[in-house]
């Protein structure tokens, strides 16, 4: 029987646009798994990402493969980077923010190039070869939200995915007790809940569970969660130089994904709330929940650049889907505290730690670029990038599952979506100065929560070059607003904004 991974309830952005209980895997594990930004070289994040027809920077090859047919000689770079991030919640007017820093390895790339004795500069003029890392993800993030809300508990939750469900002696451990097997495992938010008093009276003739919070009572909301992890991609490309017109490139790329979450959701009666005819009374609770995805992955990338004249070069680029293999782990507890006739007592259910592999196939995409040369002193750069969100795909449960319902829901939710990235840069001498912007429009279709939830990233640096070496700076600064719900739609959302910033310093060597 498929094992069961319940609503996450903390800051996962993506997920919470859809506002209701998702089992096993969900829509925003999909959206993470496919969605990567600006990331790699300074140099090539200091201008927007916009590298698709100019190529000769290793983190281009990700965009553009023929980007490695336009080196004219080896190279060696390192990107290490340090992130700030703070997320500013905002509930029914309250708010909190919490924050994170990381240092990282953005890129570690070595390209060769080969040169065949000519006489000519026609025909084929170089056969280059890469092969190095750029980070395609950081998941590193803190955030709280904290509520006062006077209509609803999760409790009323808890009762509405039991009632009528699952009787209390089906709930209370037994001798030879296994729910994954007798219940299925979407039964553990219950189990915990009715274990720990939240479910606490039973209506035998109407099947229903009374809270142990009285419906017009109050409760303090506070939620708590911390993600970790990242995305990378190994990569080897293969690209030649023909007669300095035509720049040809294939990749594979070698992808591996970890994704760690951690929340504490708790509710706090306030004082006013009365006790219960025989004085029991509910003073708080916390579930937490504990969620880990490890996969790894392939694509292949081919692309090529055209340089009709010497001041212009067109670049295009066409990316397999990503496929997948990913296990998960997932577990989660409740623990709360009631005063029965005047002693405080804490009950606490724990589930068991569930696992369940699967695959998955994230979208085709194809960029078209151009850039324009000035004076050999500057240029501008542009990339379209398109791809459709609804085509994501689960794949092949551990269970034997075809994801049917799901990628259904895929196909009613997402959209596809068109981003575009800009970059300039202007030399003095042996001084680059560069900036760029990238803007991602959300993937969700018209009437979902997050609708409206753009990304957008303005950059900007300096490079120096002497020699075989070459310093680059680059600081990125990512804006995004985004909206979720606690558990369920009838509850207001809360917005976050989520405000990255980062520096990158490359070094690199050429030969």
């Not at 990700?62 to 919640?89: D, L, R």
């Not at 196939?361 to 078209?368: D, R, S, V």
């Not at 795909?393 to 575009?420: A, E, I, P």
């Amino acid at each position: 029987m498929k094992t069961y991974r319940s609503l996450t309830i903390g800051f996962l952005a993506t997920l919470s646009t859809l506002g209701y209980n998702l089992n096993a895997q969900n829509l925003a594990d999909g959206l993470r798994f496919s969605q990567t930004h600006n990331n790699g070289t300074a140099r090539f994040v200091s201008m927007g990402g916009a590298f698709g027809a100019l190529g000769a920077d290793f983190s281009s090859i990700a965009v553009n493969p023929a980007g490695v047919g336009v080196y004219k000689s080896g190279e060696f770079t390192i990107t290490p980077s340090f992130k700030t991030q703070k997320v500013s919640s905002t509930f029914l007017g309250v708010s909190a923010s919490d924050n994170k820093n990381r240092i990282n390895l953005d890129n570690l790339g070595f390209v060769m190039s080969f040169k065949p004795y000519k006489s000519e500069d026609k025909g084929i003029l170089a056969y280059n070869l890469s092969f190095g890392y750029n980070r395609t993800n950081d998941y590193h993030s803190n955030a709280i939200t904290l509520g006062d809300y006077n209509n609803y508990s999760i409790m009323d939750y808890f009762s509405a995915i039991t009632n009528g469900k699952y009787t209390p002696s089906q709930l209370e451990p037994t001798t030879n007790y296994n729910p994954f097997n007798t219940l299925g495992g979407g039964a553990w938010e219950s189990i915990m809940a009715r274990n720990t008093w939240l479910l606490y009276k039973y209506d035998s003739r109407t099947g229903t569970y009374e809270p142990a919070i009285y419906l017009q009572d109050s409760v303090k909301y506070k939620n708590i969660s911390t993600t970790e992890g990242g995305s990378g991609e190994f990569t080897t490309a293969f690209g030649v130089n023909i007669s300095n017109k035509l720049y040809l490139g294939a990749s594979l790329g070698i992808t591996d994904f970890n994704y760690t979450f951690n929340s504490t959701y708790s509710e706090d009666a306030k004082e006013s709330n009365p006790s219960r005819p025989n004085g029991d009374r509910f003073y708080y609770m916390d579930y937490k929940q504990y969620v880990e995805t490890k996969g790894s992955g392939f694509n292949l990338k081919i692309g090529g650049i055209y340089t009709p004249i010497p001041e212009v070069r067109i670049g295009l680029s066409f990316h397999t889907p990503t496929f997948y293999s990913f296990d998960d782990a997932f577990s989660s507890s409740i623990i709360t505290n009631f005063d029965t006739t005047g002693t405080e007592v804490i009950f606490q259910s724990n589930s068991p730690l569930g696992r369940y592999d699967y695959h998955f196939e994230t979208p085709m995409k194809i960029t078209g670029s151009v850039a324009i040369i000035i004076m050999q002193k500057g240029l501008v750069s542009i990339d379209i990038e398109h791809l459709d969100y609804s085509t994501m795909r689960f794949r092949r449960g551990g269970d034997g599952d075809t994801f049917w319902d799901l990628n259904s829901q895929m196909g009613n939710t997402f959209k596809s979506v068109t981003n575009l990235r800009f970059g300039g840069e202007y030399k003095i001498g042996d001084i680059a100065l560069r900036g760029g912007y990238a803007y991602y429009p959300s993937p969700y279709k018209s009437g979902f929560l997050n609708d409206k939830s753009k990304i957008q990233q303005i950059s900007g640096g300096i490079g120096y070059r002497t020699g075989n070496v070459s310093i680059d700076f680059a600081y990125l600064r990512t804006l995004q607003d985004v909206k979720y719900v606690f558990y369920d739609l009838n509850i207001p959302s809360v917005t976050n904004k989520v405000r990255d910033s980062r520096v990158l310093l490359t070094f690199g060597f050429r030969f």
